[in-house]
């Protein structure tokens, strides 16, 4: 829990922390000598943790890592490689984690294809051509046609696009908006089946509506004066 709790701070920093753990048999030189500590514990429950620590830090520069992740021997890591791989790129893909083993090193060269050709464009890129995608074609990120159409994604599509909708509608800052009907899609997702989908509706509905979340203490009382801030 500590490798995804890393992911929270969405600094640059951690991801290389991340990276490693999430890589089987940690970070090789050019001379292919393993560099990471030799006494980290590898097991699948710490790289599918770093790779959801990865997911929480929203960078493109995770995106190499994860594809490479896609090869993994478990299919818990897998599971959750693929899923950070599609929130981070907004983007579908042919890749089963449960298929054979040639099957998925088939979808693994296609990201790195696809990833050779976009690596040098803003994440902020991958996401709209991601909307656009799946029918929702949004020119900017902000404005209220822009927040009419990231609702409408949220209640369409796969799970990284709704995460993503969610995410844009966070961050959106937008003068005179709907915030009370934005806020009631939010409310109906809160008990989505997936945790990061309930946790990201709640996250959108605190900064549009700015609102401040009290800091709950470890005998349950929220600490006077104590908030956090979106």
Not at 173 to 200: T, W, Y
Request: charged share 25%; hydrophobic share 40%.
């Amino acid at each position: 829990e500590i490798l995804a709790a890393l992911g929270v701070t969405r600094s640059e920093r951690v991801v290389p922390i991340l990276t490693r753990y999430l890589l089987k048999d940690g970070v090789r030189d050019a001379a292919g000598n393993a560099s990471a500590p030799e006494t980290a514990i590898k097991s699948s429950v710490v790289r599918a943790e770093a790779a959801l620590g990865l997911m929480r830090t929203r960078s493109k520069h995770a995106v190499p890592t994860l594809i490479e992740a896609l090869m993994d021997s478990e299919l818990t890591v897998r599971n959750q490689a693929v899923s950070t791989l599609r929130y981070l790129t907004n983007r579908d893909d042919a890749y089963d984690p449960q298929n054979d083993y040639e099957d998925r090193l088939l979808n693994q060269n296609l990201w790195l294809g696809w990833y050779d050709a976009h690596k040098d464009e803003p994440r902020g890129t991958w996401i709209l051509a991601g909307f656009k995608e799946k029918g929702v074609d949004i020119a900017e990120l902000k404005g209220e046609s822009a927040v009419s159409a990231l609702v409408k994604a949220m209640t369409q599509g796969n799970e990284s696009l709704r995460l993503n909708a969610m995410d844009c509608l966070a961050d959106i800052q937008v003068e005179g908006s709907d915030s009370a009907g934005v806020s009631k899609v939010l409310v109906g997702l809160l008990d989505h089946e997936l945790e990061a989908v309930r946790e990201n509706a709640l996250i959108a509905m605190v900064r549009i509506n700015r609102l401040n979340i009290p800091v709950i203490g470890d005998d349950g009382i929220p600490k006077s004066g104590h908030c956090i801030h979106y």
